[in-house]
C-alpha cells in the first residue's frame, strides 16, 4: 500500500511559478513510474508529466513542455512538478499517481496507475 500527499498548489498570478511535491509512503517508492495529472472543473483529467523509476526519463504533455519540469528524489520517497510560466487555462486540482513498475507511455494513458494522492488545487489569476 503506497498513500500520496501532494503539497504546494496556492494561488499565483499569471506568468508566475509553482512547485507542488508528492510525498510518498513505503519503502518502494523507487519501483514505481510517477506521473502527475490536473482535473479542470467540468472537464477530464489530463497527462501533465512521468517520470520513469530512476528519474533518467520524462515525458511531457504537449502544451506544458519547456514550461514544466518533473523529477524525482527517491532518497525522500517524493515526486516534485515545477511549473513556470502558468496560464489562468491551468487552473485545476493537480494530482499524483503512482503505476508499479510500467511505462512513461502506459501513464500519459492512465494505465496501470494503482495510487493516486487526494490532490492539490494550482489557481491562476488572470
Do not use: H
Not at 30 to 44: D, H, I, L, N, V
Not at 51 to 80: E, H, P, Q
Request: glycine letters at 12%; hydrophobic letters at 35%.
Amino acid at each position: 500500500q503506497v498513500q500520496l500527499v501532494e503539497s504546494g498548489g496556492g494561488l499565483v498570478e499569471a506568468g508566475g511559478s509553482l512547485r507542488l511535491s508528492c510525498a510518498a509512503s513505503g519503502r518502494t517508492f523507487s519501483s514505481y513510474t510517477m506521473g502527475w495529472f490536473r482535473q479542470a472543473p467540468g472537464k477530464e483529467r489530463e497527462f501533465v508529466a512521468a517520470i520513469s523509476l530512476n528519474g533518467g526519463s520524462t515525458k511531457y504533455a504537449d502544451s506544458v513542455k519547456g514550461r514544466f519540469t518533473i523529477s524525482r528524489d527517491n532518497a525522500k520517497n517524493t515526486v516534485y512538478l515545477q511549473m513556470n510560466s502558468l496560464k489562468p487555462e491551468e487552473t485545476a486540482v493537480y494530482y499524483c499517481a503512482a503505476a508499479y513498475g510500467g511505462t512513461l507511455t502506459a501513464m500519459t494513458m492512465m494505465r496501470g496507475i494503482m495510487y493516486w494522492g487526494q490532490g492539490t488545487q494550482v489557481t491562476v489569476s488572470s
